[in-house]
């Protein structure tokens, strides 16, 4: 009668995806976590968006020999240079830090199939000395380990927690996993 017509209408609205972001502070010698990374140490990077899948490195993923500097797309640079991806995750990545003569605060950023995160300055040294070390809780913290036939070291408190493993006896060799201590004798490439 007056000229008017209603006309339904469907919006839909979509947030633009995020691009990875790396936390501040979320660049990690892996190991215990300390702020300072070095060539050929594991780095965790800690954030969001960081990738779309979690899984670790598998056999096929190594080539004649040489690491992957991607896992599904995901990569990661350090001061330029494409470290080996190890583990990828939406809030996690491991990755080892490759070989460089740089020291001091240089850019870590990741890239994804979402684009590149901003870059995070991150300190590397020559040398980021650090023991992997069993989940633990409280203020407590113990060194990864195990003796000479592979069967985890473990006192009564981590045994508590449900860690399965003995206690060292003194004058027993064990085995203590690490990483960051620097350039090898001979040198080898990371």
Do not use: C, M
């Amino acid at each position: 009668p007056n000229g008017s017509v209603t006309i339904p209408v469907t919006y839909t609205i979509q947030t633009p995806s995020a691009k990875p972001t790396i936390a501040a502070g979320g660049v990690v010698n892996a190991a215990g976590d300390g702020s300072a990374i070095a060539p050929g140490t594991w780095v965790s990077l800690f954030g969001t968006s960081l990738s779309a899948t979690t899984r670790a490195w598998r056999a096929a993923d190594i080539q004649n020999g040489i690491l992957p500097t991607s896992l599904d797309g995901v990569s990661v640079t350090i001061n330029g240079k494409p470290a080996a991806v190890a583990f990828i995750s939406p809030l996690q990545i491991n990755v080892l830090a490759a070989d460089d003569t740089a020291t001091g605060l240089v850019p870590v950023q990741v890239k994804n199939a979402l684009g590149t995160s901003d870059s995070v300055l991150a300190l590397q040294q020559t040398a980021a000395p650090a023991l992997f070390q069993f989940p633990h809780a409280g203020s407590a913290i113990y060194a990864a380990g195990t003796h000479a036939d592979g069967s985890y070291l473990a006192g009564p408190v981590l045994v508590q927690q449900g860690i399965p493993g003995t206690a060292a006896k003194a004058g027993e060799t064990i085995v203590l996993f690490g990483t960051g201590f620097g350039a090898t004798q001979p040198p080898i490439s990371a």
